[in-house]
T-cell receptor, first 116, second 115 residues
């Protein structure tokens, strides 16, 4: 597609359930990022994938959060045993190459997660 | 560690007035700098970026920003505000040649444009 695509756009789940959020990056982009946007916390980095390298998971807030990127393309962010504090907008972004050489990141529309 | 400070969480201007959104960074080496805009219920859209060329960067929708190393600033401006400019604006940095490939965002500035 022309841009970064995220699904679902909205997700309401019960506390304690697992959720999966999907991200389709721009075709050919080697880098993929997940961010979380919540009131009072701003935009928080979660995880970064670059090609076949080991992902940078330094931003994941707890071991309930995990992510994978299959075939260097689609990525799934999984949150296990959701808590109300997980409610936020989860944004995915991709870039043609690494940010360290000045690439720009393109963001998807986000998935709004509400835990009730 | 890198950080970004956006002064003013809310800025209100009249239509046709100058827009000035402030961004200061903290980094030992001048980083790459970006301004993103977010409209309600949408993702982030890149307005402009500074890599290493001209210090005055022109972006979309009539916005521009000037990199000032001496002031560690990258303020966003637009000569004449339009109602459609009402949105939240984020300044972000990424480390030049660094090991951490991530964007560090400021806390955002919500711009209101009054008729």
């Amino acid at each position: 597609g022309a841009g970064v695509s995220q699904s679902p756009s909205n997700k309401v789940t019960e506390k304690g359930k697992d959720v999966e959020l999907r991200c389709d990056p721009i075709s050919g982009h080697t880098a993929l990022y997940w961010y979380r946007q919540s009131l009072g916390q701003g935009l928080e980095f979660l995880i970064y994938f670059q090609g076949n390298s080991a992902p940078d998971k330094s931003g994941l807030p707890s071991d309930r959060f995990s992510a994978e990127r299959t075939g260097g393309s689609v990525s799934t962010l999984t949150i296990q045993r959701t808590q109300q504090e997980d409610s936020a907008v989860y944004l995915c972004a991709s870039s043609l190459y690494a940010l360290e050489v000045g690439a720009e990141a393109f963001f998807g529309q986000g998935t709004r997660l509400t835990v009730v | 560690a890198q950080s970004v400070t956006q002064l003013g969480s809310h800025v209100s201007v009249s239509e046709g007035a100058l827009v000035l959104l402030r961004c200061n960074y903290s980094s030992s080496v001048p980083p790459y700098l970006f301004w993103y805009v977010q409209y309600p219920n949408q993702g982030l859209q890149l307005l402009l970026k500074y890599t290493s060329a001209a210090t005055l960067v022109k972006g979309i929708n009539g916005f521009e920003a000037e990199f000032k190393k001496s002031e560690t600033s990258f303020h966003l401006t637009k000569p004449s505000a339009h109602m459609s400019d009402a949105a939240e604006y984020f300044c972000a940095v990424s480390e030049r040649g660094g090991a951490t490939n991530k964007l560090i965002f400021g806390t955002g500035t919500l711009l209101a444009v009054q008729p």
